[in-house]
């Protein structure tokens, strides 16, 4: 079970790299968060954005995308409702005055929750992302080395298991970076203004998106 090729591993961990490195909505809203709130509210944006994940390789493994893939009804109530999510995080982003650079400590332990939860609507509305897995990891499905719906499952789950060492050591960085811009209201204010146009612009792309 699960006996695949040398070529099958490099072929597959070598996509799925440039996959986790490839910008959207996902990197933009752990970094957003990352810049606006430091490493532990970023860390909970990506473990928010990896459960989002979760549920649709589960999704892919029950043949669930499917729907998505081939009910144009479905694709877009859900494409919908997450193109609005998005435009409406990026709009509170507009219409903030940067305080979120320069919040209360209490404020902050009280919406790592929130943001984790915002991490996972991120993902989990993204009807893309379940007919990427879809189309992705069947054809990494080989024939003889177990049954599909484990080898999609364990593939999609290797997935998240590569953005583990990729995605910490941005957020690590971007923490950095978010010590120097919370010293400043004005550039705080500006932050929050470009990360709200491009929340605003990936919801735009996503509402504008076709199967």
């Given at each position: 079970?699960?006996d695949y090729t040398i070529i099958h591993w490099v072929t597959f961990l070598a996509a799925v790299t440039l996959l986790n490195l490839s910008p959207g909505p996902d990197i933009a809203f752990i970094l957003g968060q990352t810049l606006r709130n430091g490493r532990r509210h970023g860390f909970a944006a990506m473990f928010g954005i990896w459960t989002g994940a979760s549920?649709?390789?589960?999704?892919?493994?029950?043949?669930?995308?499917?729907?998505?893939?081939?009910?144009?009804?479905?694709?877009?109530?859900?494409?919908?409702?997450?193109?609005?999510?998005?435009?409406?995080?990026?709009?509170?982003?507009?219409?903030?005055?940067?305080?979120?650079?320069?919040?209360?400590?209490?404020?902050?332990?009280?919406?790592?929750?929130?943001?984790?939860?915002?991490?996972?609507?991120?993902?989990?509305?993204?009807?893309?992302?379940?007919?990427?897995?879809?189309?992705?990891?069947?054809?990494?499905?080989?024939?003889?080395?177990?049954?599909?719906?484990?080898?999609?499952?364990?593939?999609?789950?290797?997935?998240?298991?590569?953005?583990?060492?990729?995605?910490?050591?941005?957020?690590?960085?971007?923490?950095?970076?978010?010590?120097?811009?919370?010293?400043?209201?004005?550039?705080?204010?500006?932050?929050?203004?470009?990360?709200?146009?491009?929340?605003?612009?990936?919801?735009?792309?996503?509402?504008?998106?076709?199967?």
């Open positions: 079970m699960f549920l649709h390789v589960a999704m892919a493994a029950v043949g669930l995308s499917a729907i998505l893939a081939t009910s144009a009804l479905a694709f877009s109530i859900v494409k919908w409702i997450g193109a609005a999510y998005l435009i409406w995080l990026g709009i509170k982003m507009l219409l903030s005055r940067g305080d979120s650079f320069v919040s209360s400590k209490g404020v902050n332990q009280q919406r790592i929750h929130s943001i984790y939860w915002q991490g996972v609507l991120v993902s989990a509305l993204n009807p893309k992302v379940a007919i990427f897995f879809l189309a992705f990891l069947p054809q990494f499905v080989v024939e003889g080395a177990g049954p599909p719906a484990a080898q999609l499952l364990l593939h999609g789950s290797l997935i998240i298991v590569v953005a583990a060492f990729i995605e910490p050591p941005l957020v690590i960085l971007g923490s950095r970076l978010g010590v120097f811009l919370r010293q400043n209201r004005h550039v705080g204010l500006w932050m929050d203004r470009g990360l709200g146009a491009l929340f605003v612009a990936l919801g735009a792309r996503l509402a504008a998106s076709t199967r």
